[in-house]
């Protein structure tokens, strides 16, 4: 394969600029972007579009296709589906908020010091990254399940065991809080970078205080890295499978492990199919915009 | 900088970040560490009543553990190795020619973005199961495959774009072969980035939990999937501190050599940041 792109070098390094292309070689960039390509196309537009079209074109009692929204009439009129659903908004919306709660001061802690100790703290914050969350959720279980070392360390100051979170919607929340603490970091503190300490000095000279600093002057610039934060914790959150299967509690569950469950124990993959379809119109808006982020990052 | 930083003042911020930080961060971890090495550990007390390395013992001698082992590396190595093969000549292709819709073709990658993950593999997983790839080997490892192709394409295109293409083009006029100004000019300048995307794309395949898991159970078992089905069935405590170890070995290299890639600004751009 080395030698095939190699043998384009040539036109490619001619001085007209970065991207050269001679009419009789233009057919070997797409033979060299083909497989990746058209697996994009198998794997993910195509099942997309699958999803949709068998959800809606179902076959009738004789056997014809015909257009039906029955599947999703079903998910919306039956209680387990709805409490399942209404679970994972809540859990997505919690999540979303706590991580902002949380990621902002730190990012805006590393965003204006230097020094070891902010070293320190940016090398924790960014640690989760490297940590499988399945490990994640053994040590959260090992630390706040029953008996665990919480409970231990209480019991050592004469204190009452804890309400554990394990097998309750706070299971997830913690762990998925945690798991996406890295990149919401990252990203704000990407966001951070566009603002410019003169600016903030400016203000100060003026005599304004950190939290009109922080209101007036930052906020408003980092407001799309914000949405973005926001839009990849949504997205990453809504249709988490591992975290609530392991530490949620069996039901209401979450929209992943609730797929899971119908499609492989159920049996029934045009209802997990028709969920599948219902979590892609909930994170439509949030997905568009992640990605419309990225492409124009990429762009500049 | 250092304007907005008063030097004399202690830096409490930071110092209570860093406190609460490790305990949330870095605690549950030593605790799971602990077990693993613990022969006998019953409550209430703080540390084990016995350490020891008896549970490796009966862990490593387990037939699941050895299969699953051998199947998350036998799965990450294909996957790494085929997405190698599809993906840098494709970079290559993205980052030095020009073809009709590359621009297009370049953003089709961020499709998989726009949709819940979990959503998608179950759409995924209604074609496969036409096509009996259910449980099957190759179904995880297209599935898996599908996974890496972003950061296998986008990482080593910004790696072949920031290679000096004066050089190329000197070795060029001395009269280098294009193949030997790939091998000795194109390639060291590319590789470290590529092989931290290599290393990244192995990582990450090796923790892939949910695809093998909705694909490819219950014949293929990888160590995550283990875990989980050790965490919901396995009383003994010491199992699953001993397998979670184990599992963290991949990302203790990851560490080691990625780190400067995960750190750089280019990186949380990449996310949208």
């Excluded at chain 2, 621009?103 to 074609?127: C, D, E, R």
């Excluded at chain 2, 190329?168 to 030997?180: I, K």
């Amino acid at each position: 394969m080395t030698d095939t792109p190699a043998g384009n070098i040539a036109q490619a390094t001619s001085p007209a600029g970065d991207i050269v292309g001679t009419r009789n070689r233009w057919y070997l960039g797409l033979l060299l972007v083909a497989a990746p390509v058209l697996l994009v196309c198998w794997l993910i537009i195509y099942p997309i579009i699958a999803a949709v079209v068998q959800t809606v074109w179902v076959p009738d009692a004789d056997g014809v296709n015909r257009l039906s929204l029955e599947s999703y009439r079903f998910f919306f009129s039956d209680g387990y589906s709805l409490a399942n659903l209404w679970i994972t908004l809540w859990t997505t919306l919690v999540c979303a908020i706590l991580l902002l709660l949380i990621c902002l001061p730190i990012a805006l802690y590393l965003r204006f010091s230097e020094g070891r100790l902010p070293a320190y703290v940016q090398a924790l914050a960014i640690f989760p990254m490297f940590v499988p969350s399945i490990i994640l959720s053994y040590a959260f279980i090992r630390v706040l399940g029953p008996n665990g070392m919480l409970d231990i360390l209480l019991n050592a100051a004469h204190l009452p065991k804890i309400r554990s979170p394990y097998l309750t919607p706070w299971g997830p929340v913690i762990g998925l809080v945690w798991d996406h603490i890295p990149l919401t970091v990252l990203i704000l503190l990407s966001g951070l970078g566009n603002v410019s300490n003169q600016s903030i000095e400016a203000a100060r000279d003026v005599g304004a205080g950190r939290l009109i600093v922080l209101w007036h002057i930052i906020l408003p610039r980092i407001g799309n890295s914000v949405l973005v934060a926001a839009s990849f914790a949504v997205l990453g959150i809504f249709s988490a499978f591992t975290i609530p299967y392991v530490l949620g509690p069996a039901a209401p569950e979450m929209m992943g492990p609730f797929m899971q469950r119908t499609f492989r124990e159920l049996y029934d993959p045009t209802s997990a199919i028709t969920q599948a379809v219902i979590s892609f119109g909930f994170c439509i808006v949030f997905g568009l915009f992640y990605v419309y982020s990225v492409a124009r990052n990429q762009r500049t | 900088m250092s304007t907005l930083v008063d030097k004399r003042r202690i830096d409490w911020a930071g110092i209570a970040f860093a406190v609460v930080l490790t305990l949330v961060i870095i605690f549950p971890l030593i605790v799971v560490g602990t077990w693993a090495f613990a022969n006998v550990w019953r409550y209430p007390a703080i540390i084990p009543q016995e350490f020891g390395l008896r549970y490796w013992g009966t862990t490593l001698s387990r037939q699941d553990v050895w299969t699953s082992i051998t199947m998350s590396l036998s799965l990450s190595l294909m996957v790494t190795l085929l997405s190698c093969i599809i993906c840098l000549p494709a970079a290559y292709a993205f980052a030095r020619m020009s073809f009709p819709a590359r621009n297009l073709l370049f953003f089709s990658f961020l499709a998989g973005q726009a949709f819940p993950k979990f959503g998608l593999l179950v759409a995924i997983a209604g074609i496969f199961l036409h096509l009996n790839l259910i449980g099957n080997f190759w179904g995880v490892v297209m599935i898996q495959l599908v996974g890496t192709l972003l950061y296998m394409i986008w990482i080593p295109v910004a790696a072949f774009q920031s290679v000096d293409r004066r050089m190329e083009e000197a070795a060029r006029d001395v009269g280098a072969s294009p193949f030997r100004v790939f091998w000795s000019i194109t390639l060291p300048q590319a590789g470290p980035t590529i092989a931290a995307a290599v290393l990244l794309s192995f990582v990450g395949t090796f923790y892939e939990t949910e695809g093998a898991w909705l694909i490819g159970a219950p014949a293929i078992r990888t160590m995550p999937v283990l875990m989980i089905s050790f965490i919901n069935n396995q009383p003994v405590i010491q199992y699953g501190a001993v397998l979670s170890v184990l599992l963290w070995i991949p990302s203790f290299f990851a560490i080691l050599f990625a780190r400067r890639v995960v750190n750089s600004s280019s990186f949380a751009r990449g996310f949208g940041g």
